[in-house]
């Protein structure tokens, strides 16, 4: 099969040459005038068209001069003509398949012309060879049975129709009747498209639009991944040997007269039992996060893409692209899939992420490409192709997909870069603290085990038990040593936070916080301010334009009271049903053709989908000036050059040819701005023409009071210019490079004519006042960075309480003339950033960084990028944002609304709290178990401690799981921002916290200790009864567990707030938990027996249990009442005294160590040079013989040594090469 295509590639190009200069636009309906419509201004692009005529025309004078040219060598006429890589291949060379990728050009029963591998032969590297042969896009829509206008049909499920690679080829150089157009009768967006059942020979063979995730570990993998820990393996070993040991004990020895057979072995069961237990909890703890987490992922990752589809853009998941489809494209978009640009205007993509390039790349429409190809006026620098990963930095266009998923260029590169969840800054420091508080536990079980084995072989000369027994005891006393670490480790520390981070993130997007990155959950709770944009987060973006002035003299207002009355403003009615023909017509092309907005359907209802400053100036064309469908105005106006809006200069702009044969630029933007580059203004708009006359003083005076007071009212102001030429580009004026039709926007900016300035109203949303105000309660301070003018910004900061009476307000300009040193003078006192651009915000966020603050920021658009990469926390705009800023935000806003970011901040300071709650218990549980441990089994004649091993791991699952589970999950309340934000050095434990730790652990001890030794008096047990002896060792141990238990609800609260009960009753994970608990333990008491060596209780011991647990609440309030400074002082002091004995004992151990540490390094050394020099000398063998041995990265250069195989990095595993250093 393969074969008998590049035999079709070759015929087809060998054919007749019958090229076919065919203009590709979405117009409608097809005339020679370039139009304006659609999400990405399509038919906009037709003004590639004319652009081609032009380019034919001179191609034929260059091929006259290619033929002189080739028959003189050396002549400068030869330089100019164009070449592009690949250029003198043939169609089956351009295409013949790598080595490595032979596969994807082997597909069986395919209907399409061509497979993925030819496909990609395009993009990887780009090749205009392969474009060629292809057939351009001519040939890749008939190849792909698919249509460049209308997209894919939304009734296909399956193809009946073969076409071979021949006759899409041979159908690019044929001529295409007219009329077989599919006819786009209107420019309607259908929300929520979804693909069910459909294009299954699409999927089949190019796949559809989804990477393979990562898998997940099976529950089987994670069960082993917490068994697999060295301690626990240890412990498991030596309760083997135990086991083993007391079955023989019990089956293979006579028991002595009067007692039964020896149930030793049944501890050794329990600790197996027990270590299963703690290892199936871990493995489905570990389980439920990675589905939560693998959820979390699959809803960061869609999202939503403009494609055409029988002839209606629609809206569809990017999991649901195929190849064929046609998708729009805009300013902002993070490209989703590889394919040809059918036509654009002004598109320019960063590919710096996709291929290195960091220069935007200006693209070209596909079918001009392959015409310059055919005239031998192509070159290097013609790019038709789109590539996936890469972002749209300007302009629009629509292209036509041909790769998706893991046959994209984006898809090959992701696949061989997945990696594991990176752990969160908390995380790290939890478990390095996790790693000391190990050390510390390894060394308690270390001194331990030393000092019973000591006892152990001092009386090994009196001890005349069976050698069996012996040892037994000695496994007695590794298990408890072994025991004692499993209960140190606090391995649970790092889980905490998972699973802190992983209940808030699930809750958090039900909030409308979709967090893309879980570190920023963490930071959030310690953001001490927010920059936040006004349009959308603060406001509702639900614009309607309430008033206007045309030229300078006519005001006008949806509602007119007695005031307005008074200053003859008119209303809206009277004021548009004046206007002449052609003042209504420059006012409607105003409006519609100098706009992106379009025509769309959302919930069922007709709206306008864009921007909504625009939509609401297109609502105000169609109500007050008759505007009928927006496709229809577009597409009577002929479009010669379209300025994209720029955040710089604040406007947009749009040249028209006119019926005359004159051209006219329409200008939009912010009002103030404008009013400058205007030198004339519209006088009257009934006459029969359009009189002009120079804008006076007193009358820019009037204009510009007029912006002021609409500014006053928090409306938003936008400016309409205008001017005509005779010509364009104008004379004097510059062109671009690129296109030398298109002239220097700013070159032909001036000596502008006012046509009007409109007040656009975007109320503040509910609730936003609140939300503010809760944020600075909170230590939070919002401030406001807009692109609107000074008075409409400080009306909106000071209506939703940001802007405060002693607050600064400077505009962006300003700011950024500023030194370092003035700006960190004023920002502390900064409230409102006014006519700011992008570059001004990421300036801010990065001075406020630099003060030491931790800084968050909103941002929509795509020069927000910077900003949002720079703060610590970026949250972009899940409506008005664009694909650009959603990737470089670290939290979506799904609803836009500022009041999800102060419940941002909420679940952040609730994650930090969850730790530090489980933090606090932690360490309690662990000095107050490692303790009581060490202690009784040092002090027991038997040297068992008072805790069994099998107890110890009920602990051990208590503290590890059970509390970090119940810890985790409280949700927060309103009363979490009554604090001021914790600073980001701040220690990860507390003066408060260790104040409740060692409170609560002495008192634990305390009456441990009491119970234990003095016990049998206070009770009136016998020492010598060995049941009796055994209920004590219950009760210790019943005591200690409920303390637990009782200490878990203490650590609810970390402040010194006495009310530990609050909001207890509405998180149900704890209350679960803790019956789980109490049960557990009940359980254990009742039927543990010689498993948990306990014995069953009554009443009045199981009162003396809970009374002596019950008190360490009251202990807990009490602790509470000590005021900080003064536990801070007693800490100190205590501290100093410990540094006073230990410094010296250091300093001697690090004497003493430095010298075997210094010769450890050595003889390492000496080994990896030994063994260095030794693999040197190893022949090489046939596998080997090709690999580049200094990379160190094991490639084979045979297989890689094709011009044609370039290496991706789905060959080379991403990591350093191992550096040895040698010595001559």
């Known amino acids: 099969m393969l074969q008998q295509l590049h035999q079709d590639s070759l015929a087809s190009s060998n054919?007749?040459?019958?090229?076919t200069n065919l203009s590709l636009s979405l117009q409608v309906p097809p005339s020679p005038s370039r139009s304006l419509g659609g999400s990405t201004?399509?038919?906009?692009?037709?003004?590639?068209?004319s652009e081609a005529e032009t380019a034919r025309s001179r191609a034929t004078s260059v091929n006259s001069s290619t033929e002189t040219a080739r028959s003189r060598k050396n002549s400068d006429v030869q330089t100019i003509l164009s070449r592009f890589e690949g250029d003198d291949l043939s169609p089956e060379e351009a295409l013949r398949p790598d080595k490595t990728n032979e596969k994807d050009f082997e597909v069986a029963n395919n209907p399409f012309a061509f497979s993925p591998g030819q496909l990609n032969k395009s993009l990887n590297p780009k090749s205009l060879a392969a474009y060629r042969a292809l057939g351009g896009l001519r040939g890749l829509e008939r190849g792909l049975q698919t249509d460049l206008i209308a997209g894919l049909s939304v009734d296909e499920v399956s193809i009946s129709e073969r076409i071979s690679f021949k006759e899409a080829t041979q159908f690019a150089r044929t001529k295409k009747p007219p009329d077989a157009r599919t006819v786009i009768a209107q420019d309607v967006v259908v929300t929520d498209h979804e693909v069910r059942g459909q294009y299954h020979d699409r999927i089949r063979i190019f796949k559809d639009n989804r990477l393979p995730t990562k898998k997940s570990p099976s529950i089987w993998k994670l069960f082993w991944n917490a068994f697999n820990d060295r301690v626990l393996i240890i412990l498991t070993i030596a309760a083997v040997i135990s086991l083993a040991l007391g079955i023989y004990e019990a089956v293979g020895q006579t028991p002595a007269p009067g007692q039964g057979p020896s149930l030793d072995w049944v501890e050794g069961l329990a600790i197996e039992v027990a270590v299963v237990i703690v290892v199936l909890v871990t493995g489905l703890n570990d389980y439920r996060r990675e589905k939560q987490f693998v959820a979390l992922n699959e809803k960061k990752e869609d999202r939503q893409v403009k494609a055409i589809r029988s002839g209606k853009s629609v809206l569809i998941s990017i999991f649901d692209v195929m190849v064929g489809d046609v998708l729009h494209l805009e300013s902002g978009d993070s490209i989703p899939a590889d394919g040809i640009l059918i036509n654009g205007?002004?598109?320019?993509?960063?590919e710096s992420s996709a291929t290195g390039e960091s220069d935007a790349m200006r693209k070209t429409g596909g079918q001009e490409v392959l015409n310059c190809i055919e005239e031998g006026t192509a070159t290097s620098k013609l790019d038709p192709f789109i590539i996936s990963g890469s972002k749209v930095l300007e302009g629009v266009g629509t292209y036509l997909v041909t790769s998706v998923g893991v046959n994209s260029s984006f898809g090959k590169v992701m696949v061989g870069l997945q990696t594991e969840n990176e752990d969160t800054p908390l995380q790290v420091k939890l478990a390095n603290m996790a790693n000391w508080i190990g050390y510390l536990g390894t060394a308690a079980a270390g001194l331990l085990f030393f000092i019973l084995l000591i006892r152990f072989l001092a009386g090994l000369s009196g001890n005349t038990t069976t050698p069996a027994m012996k040892g037994s005891q000695f496994l007695d006393i590794l298990i408890v040593a072994i025991t004692i670490i499993v209960v140190a480790v606090p391995e649970g520390l790092p889980v905490a936070v998972t699973l802190a981070l992983s209940f808030a993130t699930k809750k958090m997007l039900k909030e409308n916080n979709l967090v893309r990155h879980l570190r920023a959950c963490e930071t959030m709770g310690n953001a001490t301010t927010i920059c936040s944009d006004k349009t959308g987060t603060l406001t509702q973006n639900k614009m309607t334009v309430v008033a206007g002035i045309m030229g300078s003299k006519v005001e006008f207002a949806r509602e007119v009271d007695i005031s307005a009355r008074e200053r003859k403003v008119i209303p809206f009615p009277a004021v548009f049903k004046r206007l002449s023909p052609l003042v209504r017509n420059l006012l409607l092309q105003s409006c519609a053709i100098n706009s992106t907005a379009f025509e769309g359907e959302e919930e069922g209802k007709s709206t306008f989908i864009g921007s909504k400053t625009e939509t609401a100036i297109l609502i105000m064309?169609?109500?007050?000036?008759?505007?009928?469908?927006?496709?229809e105005e577009r597409n009577g106006s002929e479009i010669v050059q379209f300025i994209p809006f720029d955040s710089d200069r604040k406007c947009m702009a749009v040249v028209v040819r006119l019926a005359s044969g004159t051209y006219r630029l329409l200008v939009k933007g912010a009002a103030e701005i404008l009013l400058e580059k205007a030198t004339s203004e519209l006088v009257d708009t009934t006459g029969a023409a359009l009189?002009?006359?120079?804008?006076?003083?007193?009358?820019?005076?009037?204009?510009?009071?007029?912006?002021?007071?609409?500014?006053?009212?928090?409306?938003?102001?936008?400016a309409m210019l205008y001017k005509d030429f005779q010509q364009w580009p104008p004379p004097g004026a510059r062109?671009?490079?690129?296109?030398?039709?298109?002239?220097?926007?700013?070159d032909v900016f001036c000596n502008m004519t006012l046509l009007a300035v409109i007040g656009i109203q975007d109320p503040l949303r509910d609730g936003v006042a609140k939300a503010v105000k809760q944020c600075q309660d909170a230590g939070v301070k919002v401030r406001m960075v807009t692109g609107d003018n000074v008075t409409t910004a400080s009306a909106i900061a000071e209506g939703c309480g940001i802007k405060t009476s002693d607050g600064l307000v400077l505009e962006g300009p300003r700011f950024r003339r500023m030194s370092d040193k003035q700006m960190d003078e004023v920002i502390p006192r900064l409230e409102v950033l006014a006519r700011s651009s992008p570059e001004d915000k990421r300036i801010l966020v990065a001075r406020l960084k630099h003060l030491g603050e931790t800084v968050a920021v909103t941002g929509d658009g795509t020069n927000d990028g910077p900003a949002l990469k720079t703060a610590d926390v970026g949250f972009s705009m899940g409506i008005a944002g664009t694909e650009v800023a959603k990737e470089a935000s670290a939290i979506i806003l799904m609803d836009d609304n500022f009041s999800s970011i102060v419940k941002a901040i909420m679940w952040g300071r609730s994650v930090n709290d969850a730790v530090a709650k489980f933090l606090q218990f932690q360490i309690t549980v662990n000095i107050t178990a490692v303790v009581l441990a060490f202690v009784s089994a040092v002090s027991s004649p038997d040297m068992h401690s008072v805790l069994s091993a099998v107890q110890l791991l009920w602990v051990n699952l208590i503290m590890d799981t059970f509390a970090a589970l119940a810890l985790a999950t409280d949700a927060p309340t309103e009363r979490i921002l009554d604090r001021k934000p914790t600073p980001k050095r701040a220690a990860l434990i507390t003066t408060n916290m260790w104040k409740m730790i060692i409170g609560q652990a002495v008192y634990q001890l305390v009456v441990t200790f009491v119970l234990y030794f003095a016990g049998s008096s206070i009770l009136g047990y016998s020492k010598s009864d060995t049941l009796l002896q055994t209920e004590l060792d219950t009760i210790v141990f019943n005591t200690f567990v409920w303390m637990q238990i009782f200490n878990e609800f203490n650590n609810r609260r970390l402040d010194n707030k006495l009310n530990i009960f609050e909001g207890v009753q509405h998180n149900i994970f704890f209350i679960i938990i803790n019956i789980v608990m109490v049960a557990g333990q009940i359980m254990i008491i009742f039927v543990g027996g010689a498993a948990f060596q306990v014995k069953?209780?009554?009443?009045?011991?199981?009162?003396?249990?809970?009374?002596?647990?019950?008190p360490c609440l009251l202990w807990a309030i009490v602790l509470r009442c000590i005021p900080d400074r003064y536990a801070a002082a007693v800490f100190g002091f205590l501290n100093r005294v410990w540094l006073m004995f230990t410094r010296p004992m250091l300093r001697g151990l690090n004497v003493f160590f430095r010298p075997?540490?210094?010769?450890?390094r050595v003889m390492k050394r000496f080994m990896q040079r030994t063994t260095s020099k030794a693999l040197r000398k190893t022949p090489a063998t046939d596998d080997i013989a090709g690999l580049d041995e200094e990379s160190g990265l094991g490639i084979n250069i045979g297989k890689f040594s094709s011009p044609t195989s370039p290496v991706t990095p789905l060959e080379i595993p991403l990591q350093p090469p191992p550096i040895t250093l040698t010595t001559a």
């Open 1156 to 1160: 075997v540490a210094q010769g450890w």
């Open 621 to 631: 064309a169609k109500e007050q000036l008759g505007m009928g469908p927006v496709v």
């Open 1096 to 1110: 069953r209780i009554d009443g009045t011991q199981w009162a003396i249990c809970i009374l002596c647990a019950l």
């Open 41 to 49: 201004l399509r038919s906009r692009a037709d003004s590639f068209n």
């Open 691 to 718: 009189h002009q006359c120079a804008l006076t003083d007193s009358s820019r005076a009037r204009v510009s009071a007029s912006i002021d007071a609409f500014a006053r009212k928090s409306l938003r102001t936008i």
């Open 735 to 746: 062109t671009l490079d690129e296109d030398g039709k298109a002239a220097l926007f700013e």
């Open 15 to 19: 054919s007749e040459d019958s090229t």
């Open 345 to 350: 205007h002004g598109l320019r993509c960063d």
